[in-house]
């Protein structure tokens, strides 16, 4: 079963940058159009990028020009670059194929402080 590993939140002020990492157990990367999630408090699960297994990207209005999706299949990793960062982005973040079907992982808590 496909494990995936998240790490690279932390605590950030307003207007700073975090590069996330997902890293997976098996090489899905290729076959896979994956995205990366966030849940806040009391909210709802929501995707906010996405990379197709081609490589084309995709951004939720409220992160784009601001977040970047990118991989490197090498080292079966996804990243997430997230640059001013606002405290509405503040979530746990996920990373899962974009219909979610695989195992989710722990998460990377970020927080931005205003």
């Known amino acids: 079963q496909v494990r995936l590993v998240e790490s690279g939140g932390g605590l950030v002020q307003t207007g700073g940058s975090l590069r996330l990492s997902c890293t997976a157990s098996?090489?899905?990367?290729?076959?896979?159009?994956m995205g990366w999630y966030r849940q806040a408090p009391g909210k709802q699960r929501e995707l906010v990028a996405v990379?197709?297994?081609?490589?084309?990207?995709n951004y939720a209005d409220s992160v784009k020009g601001r977040f970047t999706i990118s991989r490197d299949d090498a080292k079966i990793t996804l990243y997430l670059e997230m640059n001013s960062l606002k405290p509405e982005d503040t979530a746990v973040y996920y990373c899962n194929a974009v219909d979610g079907r695989l195992p989710w992982g722990q998460g990377t808590q970020v927080t931005v402080s205003s």
């Open positions: 098996e090489r899905i990367f290729s076959r896979n159009a």
């Open positions: 990379m197709t297994s081609g490589g084309g990207t």
